[in-house]
């Protein structure tokens, strides 16, 4: 089974400023996608973003992009100019190319500040 | 509206009260999954459906049982609930016409589920 690691449960960030999140995982295939989710209050699970791990352009979405670093099995989440709207928890998925289900971390809550 | 629906979306209950929670999408996606959520864990997978009658086994399927008589339902039976499955349950979707190319897979709002 693939294992997905967030090492930080919380972090904090100031609104408009830029924060990091990491995430490793541990596979042997070569062939897979790595997801990041935000899930609010609502508890909703909303994609951010996605990663092909064939393609080595790293993926981008408006202010949310990603630093994916295949040989190191890294697949870290940057978003810029932090929302109050972006205060969530977030999960690093990652799903094989053999199959559908997706293998999540532990989570990361990010608190954005005013 | 493209979308997976879950009912009820909270529950308490009582140990041994069996329970059934419902799935349903409107895509006519062939994958259907179900998810535990608790923290410190994030996500595990319960069971999975490939399509209509072929249900399978994911990472914490004990306690569970699923079904999948119809291609747009997927429901979760706890047929003797215990305080240990106390957690938030996602079912989800996705297209399943190979994995060469990406299909997203769909969540529904949730299910809070507490066992007393």
């Known amino acids: 089974a693939q294992t997905v690691t967030q090492s930080q449960p919380e972090m904090s960030v100031q609104e408009a400023e830029t924060v990091t999140l990491s995430c490793t995982y541990d596979t042997s295939e070569s062939n897979y996608y790595l997801f990041w989710y935000k899930q609010p209050p609502s508890r909703q699970m909303i994609l951010v973003i996605r990663?092909?791990?064939?393609?080595?352009q790293n993926a981008t979405e408006n202010r949310f992009s990603v630093n994916f670093q295949k040989a190191a099995k890294s697949f870290s989440l940057k978003i810029s100019d932090s929302q109050l709207g972006d205060t969530a928890m977030y999960f690093c998925?990652?799903?094989?190319?053999?199959?559908?289900?997706?293998?999540f971390g532990a989570g990361t809550t990010v608190t954005v500040r005013a | 509206e493209a979308q997976v629906t879950q009912n009820p979306r909270y529950l308490i209950t009582v140990t041994g009260k069996k329970l059934t929670v419902t799935c349903s999408q409107n895509?006519?996606?062939?994958?259907m999954s179900w998810y535990r959520q608790d923290p410190g864990l994030g996500l595990r997978q319960i069971y999975y459906s490939m399509n209509v009658e072929v249900t399978d086994k994911g990472d914490v399927p004990e306690g569970y049982k699923v079904s999948r008589k119809e291609k747009r339902n997927f429901p979760l039976i706890l047929e003797s609930p215990s305080p240990n499955q106390t957690s938030l349950y996602f079912c989800?979707?996705?297209?399943?016409?190979?994995?060469?190319?990406?299909?997203?897979?769909?969540f529904g709002p949730g299910t809070r589920l507490t066992v007393l």
């Open positions: 989800a979707s996705n297209e399943a016409q190979g994995l060469s190319s990406y299909n997203e897979q769909f």
């Open positions: 895509m006519n996606h062939e994958y």
């Open positions: 990663q092909e791990a064939y393609k080595q």
């Open positions: 998925a990652f799903m094989d190319h053999n199959d559908y289900k997706l293998s």
